[in-house]
């Protein structure tokens, strides 16, 4: 079995010995030139692939890479296609991750200067300009280092394809710790815009002829606006919908040739539907045919999986993942707090938000609720689920990755918030309640409902309720895959547990019921047993083994468990 590319970029690695694993993506380097626009700019959430697909437009462009284009082309789309700029250009590569943004907008200035020498430097070394490298180490700043570079360049009449991968990676850093940073960087006299308007002044002049640049988010595309509104956003094309990430052929042409080919026996229908739930569910135009997987995170699976035993990964998500996509939540707080909290109160508790999209932002006027659903999308936090009238949409969490991260930092937000303190471990309490001790998730759960209920301005609901009880129980993902509110038959238990595997000893169904003061108990109680018990009958929920069922009703006064497990 060949290698999965997980961690690896660089198309010339990957296709030089034919060791990797390749999903082909190579026919969209004929799309990008029959649309007839020079200077592009291509969004997307992070670990979809962007910058692998930035190496392949790479190596199909460069000059220098000719002898090789049959060695890396061959078996591709595009090497049994090719079109008249194969190996026309010289290539200048700006890549902007990994720059330092803890030590302040100094150190950040050093690291975006020393980014962009490092890029010429490059350049120099790879096409003759070697005599320059010891002037070009005296230069302290990214505009004078661009403009020297282009003095150079421009009398030797060099075509030149520009590439930029991740624009914003550090620019969204900043935002998430400091606005103030983010604008004197990004801002009118501040280096990235200088930077950026030498770069339109090189495509005036016809030295850079093309230019493709990938990102997360366009919040700093309006800051650059002014001196560098030259690119084409296509980001949300229907045509390029799926040019990063995976679409369901692919991903079961990657399972085919991998888990599928060593593990025979398994429910392979079973084992994509599982992938889907965990790691597919984006759009990003509201016409295109199909949703797209986490490139990344499906590599990850395949690459985790126990070959041996033929089962899943213990962990679903890579750790180095999970710390970056916690890091970006820090985006959360930008502009109006509150209000960000409410929309994701709103999310976790209907998987549903309405708003639109916007092409860029104006960081001159306040951060609106639009401007943070723009966001969010663009992180991959939420994507379309349908149109709704207008250029307005309504958005969904879009797979299990993503929901269980929300659960997370709800429960984090939620105890910040209400100076909550939890009875020990909250680990421990789950891990308990896996083995069958459903006391101390009791006790935990009826504590925090007694201080959030009673507080007035937090407006008591049984969704409330609900999503209060999930992000207490998303610390158990280690062991359990949580569905909130699955459809089974057209009825909707509230939350299932299924354990990760046959060694978890109980599986649990809540139903949660919430009882205002004037509601009939008795009633409630009488009705909720009643939509449990009819639960059980469903035949999906017979197979689940070891299963306990409880119908939990809240109130100001705490939470009863009512144990209806037959």
Same mark, same amino acid.
């Given at each position: 079995?060949?290698?999965?590319?997980?961690?690896?970029?660089?198309?010339?690695?990957?296709?030089?010995?034919?060791?990797?694993?390749?999903?082909?993506?190579?026919?969209?380097?004929? +799309?990008?030139e029959?649309?007839?626009?020079?200077?592009?700019?291509?969004?997307?959430?992070?670990?979809?692939?962007?910058?692998?697909?930035?190496?392949?437009? /790479?190596?199909?462009y460069?000059? $220098?890479?000719?002898?090789?284009?049959?060695?890396?082309?061959?078996?591709? =789309?595009?090497?049994?296609?090719?079109?008249p700029?194969?190996?026309?250009?010289?290539?200048?590569?700006f890549?902007? #991750?990994?720059?330092?943004?803890?030590?302040?907008?100094e150190?950040? =200035?050093?690291?975006?200067?020393l980014?962009?020498?490092?890029?010429?430097?490059?350049y120099?070394?790879?096409?003759?300009?070697?005599?320059?490298?010891?002037?070009?180490?005296?230069?302290?700043?990214?505009?004078?280092?661009?403009?020297?570079?282009?003095?150079?360049?421009?009398?030797?009449?060099?075509?030149? @394809?520009?590439?930029?991968?991740e624009?914003?990676?550090?620019?969204?850093?900043?935002?998430?710790?400091?606005? +103030?940073?983010?604008?004197a960087?990004?801002?009118k006299?501040?280096?990235?815009?200088?930077?950026?308007?030498v770069?339109?002044?090189?495509?005036?002049?016809?030295?850079?002829?093309?230019?493709?640049?990938?990102?997360?988010? %366009?919040?700093?595309?309006?800051?650059?606006?002014?001196?560098? $509104?030259?690119?084409?956003?296509?980001?949300? *094309?229907?045509?390029?919908?799926?040019?990063?990430?995976?679409?369901? /052929?692919?991903?079961?042409?990657?399972?085919?040739?991998?888990?599928?080919?060593?593990?025979?026996d398994?429910?392979?229908?079973?084992?994509?539907?599982?992938?889907?739930?965990?790691?597919?569910?984006?759009?990003?135009?509201?016409?295109?045919?199909?949703?797209?997987?986490?490139?990344?995170?499906?590599n =990850?699976?395949?690459?985790?999986?126990?070959?041996?035993?033929?089962?899943?990964?213990?962990?679903?998500?890579?750790?180095?993942?999970?710390?970056?996509?916690?890091?970006?939540?820090?985006?959360?707080?930008?502009?109006?707090?509150?209000?960000?909290? /409410?929309?994701?109160?709103?999310?976790?508790?209907?998987? #549903?938000?309405?708003?639109?999209?916007?092409?860029?932002?104006?960081?001159? /006027? *306040?951060f609106?609720?639009?401007?943070? &659903?723009?966001?969010?999308?663009?992180?991959?936090?939420?994507?379309?689920?349908?149109?709704?009238?207008?250029?307005?949409?309504?958005?969904?969490?879009?797979?299990?990755?993503?929901?269980?991260?929300?659960?997370?930092y709800?429960?984090i937000?939620?105890?910040?918030? $209400?100076?909550?303190?939890?009875?020990?471990?909250?680990?421990?309490?789950?891990?308990?309640?896996?083995?069958?001790? &459903?006391?101390?998730?009791?006790?935990?759960?009826?504590?925090?409902?007694?201080?959030?209920?009673?507080?007035?301005?937090?407006?008591?609901?049984e969704?409330?309720?609900? #999503?209060?009880?999930?992000?207490?129980?998303? @610390?158990?993902?280690?062991?359990?895959?949580?569905?909130?509110?699955?459809?089974?038959?057209?009825?909707?238990?509230?939350?299932?547990?299924?354990?990760?595997?046959?060694?978890? %000893?109980?599986?649990?169904?809540?139903?949660?019921?919430?009882?205002?003061?004037?509601?009939?108990?008795? =009633?409630?109680?009488?009705?909720?047993?009643?939509?449990?018990?009819?639960?059980?009958?469903?035949?999906?929920?017979?197979?689940?083994?070891?299963l306990?069922?409880?119908?939990?009703? !809240? #109130?100001?006064d !705490?939470?009863?468990?009512?144990?209806?497990?037959?």
């Open positions: 079995m060949k290698k999965i590319i997980y961690g690896e970029s660089n198309f010339k690695k990957i296709k030089i010995n034919n060791d990797y694993f390749y999903i082909d993506k190579t026919q969209y380097i004929e +799309k990008l029959n649309i007839n626009e020079s200077f592009l700019i291509f969004l997307r959430p992070r670990r979809f692939g962007k910058s692998l697909f930035l190496s392949t437009l /790479q190596y199909y460069d000059e $220098n890479a000719k002898d090789e284009f049959e060695a890396m082309f061959a078996d591709t =789309y595009i090497g049994k296609h090719p079109t700029l194969k190996n026309s250009y010289k290539i200048l590569f890549e902007f #991750s990994g720059i330092n943004i803890d030590a302040g907008v150190e950040i =200035y050093k690291g975006f200067t980014n962009i020498k490092m890029a010429i430097s490059r120099f070394n790879t096409y003759g300009y070697e005599k320059h490298l010891e002037e070009l180490k005296q230069i302290q700043s990214p505009t004078e280092a661009i403009k020297f570079f282009f003095t150079i360049v421009i009398v030797n009449n060099d075509k030149i @394809y520009l590439l930029i991968d624009y914003d990676q550090f620019a969204n850093a900043i935002l998430a710790y400091n606005m +103030k940073d983010f604008l960087i990004v801002g006299g501040g280096f990235v815009r200088s930077f950026y308007e770069l339109k002044t090189a495509t005036l002049s016809g030295t850079v002829q093309k230019m493709f640049i990938t990102g997360v988010t %366009p919040i700093t595309l309006d800051s650059l606006s002014s001196g560098f $509104n030259i690119v084409s956003n296509i980001s949300n *094309e229907e045509a390029f919908n799926a040019m990063a990430g995976f679409t369901k /052929q692919e991903v079961e042409y990657s399972l085919e040739n991998s888990i599928f080919q060593k593990c025979q398994i429910d392979k229908k079973e084992l994509l539907s599982k992938i889907q739930k965990w790691y597919n569910g984006y759009l990003f135009n509201i016409e295109a045919n199909e949703r797209i997987y986490n490139a990344t995170l499906v =990850y699976f395949i690459s985790k999986y126990d070959y041996v035993r033929c089962t899943m990964p213990k962990k679903m998500l890579d750790s180095n993942v999970a710390s970056d996509y916690k890091a970006i939540m820090k985006l959360f707080n930008i502009g109006n707090s509150d209000r960000n909290y /409410q929309i994701l109160e709103n999310l976790i508790e209907n998987n #549903s938000i309405i708003g639109a999209i916007k092409d860029r932002y104006d960081l001159n /006027q *306040e609106s609720r639009d401007d943070f &659903i723009t966001l969010i999308y663009s992180m991959g936090f939420i994507t379309i689920k349908d149109e709704v009238f207008g250029e307005e949409y309504e958005f969904k969490i879009p797979n299990y990755v993503i929901k269980m991260l929300y659960f997370n709800f429960a937000e939620l105890k910040n918030r $209400n100076n909550l303190t939890f009875r020990g471990d909250i680990k421990t309490q789950l891990r308990n309640l896996a083995f069958g001790d &459903i006391g101390l998730f009791q006790e935990q759960l009826d504590e925090i409902i007694k201080i959030l209920s009673n507080r007035d301005h937090y407006g008591f609901t969704k409330h309720f609900q #999503s209060i009880t999930l992000a207490i129980l998303s @610390y158990s993902t280690g062991f359990y895959f949580i569905d909130s509110q699955p459809e089974l038959n057209n009825k909707y238990p509230d939350i299932l547990l299924i354990g990760r595997d046959e060694k978890v %000893p109980n599986n649990y169904l809540f139903e949660l019921k919430w009882k205002k003061e004037k509601d009939n108990y008795t =009633y409630i109680k009488k009705e909720g047993i009643k939509q449990v018990k009819g639960y059980l009958e469903l035949d999906k929920v017979k197979v689940i083994p070891k306990r069922s409880f119908l939990l009703i !809240g #109130s100001k !705490g939470v009863e468990f009512c144990d209806i497990s037959f």
